[in-house]
């Protein structure tokens, strides 16, 4: 029973520090305890709203953690995704303030001293400079009034950290629909400061790297979700360009690479469009005087065809390309309609030459059904 107990508290401890990082979570609680009043003086002794211009730009580190992607909206083109997102920096001139009042402490873990929200600092009396990162490619108008926090943390080594955990939705314009439905896709988070790179420069987090090796399965949970969808990468990274002022601009990108699970579409549209297609290549068994009776049956099979075409409509946009998909239905109904021909065709040779075995039939039986096969193999080396 102990042994049992003492491995409980192994895993247990094993779990507890090896567990990803937010941003800066690994910090220290103050050893004795803090004056009432300490956060509420120290929010007045805040005036740094002012940029303070030096050599080098403020190291502004960015943690994204995604939750969840609830929606991919190929049609639409944009994503709906839950996330949480910390951003820290230092500010040289909180530094120097702690270290006049004893309280900083720049060794090991920083010491949290005190959280406020958002309107307090960045409110109608700004105290604090704020790096002005938002998303580039988010939607809808998040609250600007709120600062875009949740609060800020304010830590001994002069250290400042905000979070905002939210739901949102974000456009993507790197689709590429064409070996739908076996297509994968980049949805990606893009974060942009107001100010340029020589004043403020963004950098991923340690925890991104975590984020990236584990595809976001942390804390031993499934990690994310996506209906529909199956994560197989993540990658971020830092991009720089010169806006038309003539400043550089540094940005952070989050790129999720996501594979479509197809068996819906295997199941759902391209099996059932084989089988109408086989009913309506069936029709060179029929004999060949029976002319309304195989036409009847193409002609089904062909308005079949149609309705299953309108179902991929809802699923992407109207692209002026082709997709896999596009090709196969397409393919099939060439060989539908193809099959109509052959059918008025037989029916005229028979008409005309009444003979008893008729060569239109004969060869549709097995030449129709292998080219198709052979044509949706071509299909398949073009596309996928």
């Known amino acids: 029973m102990r042994l049992k107990r003492t491995l409980l508290y ?29 956060c509420d003086n120290l929010l007045d002794d805040l005036k740094f709203s002012s940029f ?18 609830h929606h991919i909206d190929g049609k639409n083109l944009d994503f709906e995704a839950s996330f949480s997102l910390w951003i820290y920096w230092k500010d040289p001139r909180l530094t120097k303030m702690f270290k006049e009042k004893n309280l900083y402490s720049g060794k090991g873990k920083p010491v949290w001293l005190c959280d406020y929200e958002a309107d307090a600092l960045w409110g109608s009396q700004k105290r604090l400079l704020d790096p002005g990162v938002e998303f580039y490619n988010r939607k809808d108008k998040p609250d600007f009034q709120s600062g875009l926090v949740d609060w800020v943390d304010i830590f001994s080594d002069g250290t400042i950290e905000t979070r905002l955990r939210d739901t949102a939705k974000f456009k993507s314009n790197e689709f590429n629909f064409g070996k739908f439905p076996f297509d994968t896709q980049i949805i990606s988070f893009e974060l942009w400061s107001e100010f340029p790179s020589t004043m403020i420069s963004l950098a991923p987090s340690k925890s991104m790297q975590n984020y990236s090796d584990s595809l976001y399965d942390f804390e031993g949970e499934d990690g994310i979700v996506i209906p529909a969808w199956e994560l197989k990468n993540v990658k971020f990274d830092t991009y720089e360009y010169v806006e038309e002022d003539g400043f550089p601009y540094k940005g952070f990108r989050l ?85 109509t021909i052959l059918c008025v065709y037989s029916y005229y040779r028979y008409r005309k030459y009444r003979r008893k075995i008729n060569l239109v039939d004969y060869y549709a039986k097995f030449v129709g059904p292998i080219s198709y096969i052979v044509g949706v193999f071509i299909c398949s080396i073009i596309y996928l």
């Not at 211009?53 to 953690?65: A, C, K, N, S, V």
């Not at 409509?313 to 309609?337: C, N, Q, R, V, W």
């Open 52 to 69: 303070p211009y030096g050599e080098e730009p403020f190291i502004t580190y960015i943690d994204l953690l995604i939750e969840d992607i």
């Open 10 to 38: 192994i895993l247990l401890l094993f779990f507890v520090y090896c567990n990803h990082a937010n941003a800066i979570d690994r910090f220290k609680f103050p050893k004795e305890k803090l004056d009432h009043d300490f």
């Open 255 to 339: 790129f999720l690479e996501v594979k479509r699970l197809s068996s819906y579409y295997i199941y759902k549209v391209i099996i059932p469009i084989l089988l109408i297609l086989s009913i309506s290549w069936s029709v060179f068994w029929i004999d060949r005087s029976q002319l309304e009776s195989k036409v009847n049956i193409t002609m089904v099979a062909l308005l079949s065809l149609i309705a299953y075409n309108l179902i991929m409509d809802e699923a992407i946009p109207k692209l002026d390309y082709l997709t896999f998909m596009d090709a196969f239905i397409l393919l099939s109904y060439l060989y539908t309609g193809a099959a």
